[in-house]
């Protein structure tokens, strides 16, 4: 995204950060923080900035999504239901990484498959019995419309998808194609 290039990269197991100039024609800088990827990690991670975020970028792999669908709406489950990201609201953008790639899955059919898994969750933990303690401080938070089906409309926070390709379309030689992620930055900033 800082250059526009691809460029292998390794996975992380701490924050990096780095500032953003999210328009070009006016000084709107923004510090984007990646997070490590990684399950045994991402939640710590998240918990130490979710406070001061104003957006959340939530990356998915749009290839591997089919037969990673329930781990990434268990993992979005539990940034949409924590009490700091529900009161503060940040705007979400969903960004469908891997476009470049022939079976990558597209935003829409991405979006209605989350909504569908986000469902079931909430369908699931709410049925679930509840300890004493969480019950004395309100349990968990409710996602969505009590009574009605999930859909992204239903969260306090904006949310958008965008398709979007850190190769671009000519694989590793070619600029990324990140179009639809600037825009909303620039947009949010």
Not at 2 to 9: E, I
Request: with cysteine; net charge positive.
């Amino acid at each position: 995204l800082l250059t526009g290039k691809y460029r292998d990269t390794q996975t992380s197991i701490t924050d990096s950060s780095a500032v953003y100039r999210a328009s070009s024609d006016k000084s709107t800088n923004v510090t984007l923080i990646d997070l490590p990827g990684h399950e045994s990690l991402r939640l710590q991670f998240l918990e130490r900035f979710k406070a001061a975020a104003r957006a959340i970028v939530f990356v998915v792999d749009s290839v591997a999504f089919q037969r990673e669908v329930k781990d990434v709406a268990e993992f979005l489950y539990q940034v949409l239901v924590d009490t700091t990201v529900l009161r503060n609201a940040p705007a979400l953008l969903i960004a469908c990484n891997k476009q470049d790639v022939t079976m990558a899955k597209s935003a829409k059919l991405i979006q209605q498959q989350l909504e569908k898994e986000l469902n079931t969750l909430r369908v699931t933990r709410s049925a679930a019995p509840t300890s004493l303690d969480s019950s004395a401080t309100g349990g968990p938070a409710q996602l969505g419309k009590k009574g009605k089906d999930f859909d992204f409309s239903q969260l306090p926070m904006k949310v958008e998808f965008v398709e979007c390709s850190a190769r671009g379309s000519k694989g590793e030689e070619g600029d990324a194609d990140f179009e639809g992620l600037r825009k909303w930055l620039a947009k949010i900033a």
